[in-house]
């Protein structure tokens, strides 16, 4: 659980990634007063810089060494495939959070930005669109009250204003009229009404902006977590599943140790029989489980972690299956005789 301190460092490093690029008003800080398109088109780019900021990181981190497990060596031992298999689970589970989005609070928290970001970008296309259509229709009204007047105007014979005057013709009055003429007067009222009309418009679109930017303020901050979630999981994943890898080669040694012990010194050199030494771990699951804890092998005395049995089995034809022929816990005192450094020596040299 983050505390209030590490998510105003978050938002802080966002902003910060944010306004090295953009210089111009506070990152992620919605305007009290936005004049419009270029105010959302502004907020936009802010939080495409960040959310780009967060996916490198994201695509930097799971390429780090703690992040990725590679197993390298083949024992060709019995627990060897086991460590393979680990291998691989890990690289499923980089998958499964890189790229399946049902499995993944990150890439879910991306479709999330990426649908409100698409969305404020559509309410700002609506605003330079109705903008537009106001000017347009606002010119084109215009226009043909200045063509009605004019026509009005070719109706009527040139006039004396001195000559008018004299027989008492109000000039200003004619100009009134023209003025008062129906047409030009129901055009006026619709250029007002359709002015009204665009500002209630614009002023919807902006609010509809402005929740959609609050939105996007938070699930920003979600789309950081959800990415230092990730990692977290992916690095912890790692480190359990090299931990298993580990302990896994530990037990190859040992059995192939016990291998050698067996055949050199405990077999009769008489015998014939095929036999198939294994060391098996009987307080540990076969295959990795990450939800399990992995303790290094070696993290406790001897006393405290012989979980271990050498079993011996070879093949009797009379009953046509393998039987148990040995069986003993690996005590400290053969853990001591069966690890020589000869073996060791040649184990490590096999991988």
């Not at 140790?257 to 010194?265: H, N, S, Y």
């Not at 406790?300 to 093949?315: D, G």
């Amino acid at each position: 659980m983050l505390t209030n301190a590490r998510k105003n460092e978050i938002i802080m490093s966002r902003t910060n990634a944010a306004n090295s690029t953009h210089k111009t008003g506070k990152p992620f800080i919605i305007p009290p007063h936005m004049n419009g398109a270029k105010d959302i088109k502004r907020y936009i780019e802010q939080i495409t810089v960040a959310k780009q900021t967060i996916r490198d990181e994201f695509d930097r981190d799971i390429k780090r060494p703690d992040a990725i497990v590679e197993k390298k060596y083949n024992t060709g031992q019995s627990h060897n495939f086991r460590g393979e298999m680990a291998a691989i689970e890990h690289r499923n589970f980089i998958y499964e959070r890189e790229q399946l989005n049902q499995k993944s609070a990150f890439l879910q928290e991306e479709e999330r930005l990426n649908a409100l970001l698409s969305k404020l970008d559509g309410i700002r296309m609506m605003l330079v669109t109705n903008k537009q259509m106001r000017k347009t229709t606002v010119k084109t009204m215009k226009g043909i009250i200045a063509g009605k007047k004019q026509a009005l105007k070719t109706l009527l014979p040139p006039v004396d204003i001195a000559l008018a005057r004299g027989y008492g013709i109000d000039i200003e009055q004619e100009k009134h009229d023209e003025e008062d003429d129906l047409t030009i007067m129901r055009l006026k009222n619709l250029i007002n009404t359709m002015k009204q009309n665009h500002q209630t418009i614009a002023r919807n679109l902006l609010e509809q902006a402005r929740t959609t930017m609050m939105d996007l303020r938070h699930h920003i901050l979600k789309f950081k977590l959800a990415e230092e979630n990730a990692i977290s999981e992916i690095m912890n994943h790692a480190k359990k599943c090299r931990t298993f890898i580990a302990n896994l080669l530990r037990l190859d040694l040992i059995e192939y140790c016990a291998t050698v012990w067996w055949l050199e010194t405990q077999k009769d050199s008489m015998d014939q029989n095929q036999y198939y030494i294994s060391v098996v771990d009987f307080d540990s699951p076969k295959d990795f489980d990450a939800s399990r804890p992995q303790k290094p092998s070696n993290a406790f005395p001897h006393s405290q972690s012989s979980n271990l049995k050498i079993q011996v089995r070879c093949f009797d034809e009379t009953i046509n299956r393998e039987v148990l022929t040995y069986e003993r816990v690996l005590d400290k005192e053969l853990e001591e005789t069966i690890l020589t450094e000869e073996s060791v020596q040649a184990f490590e040299c096999r991988i």
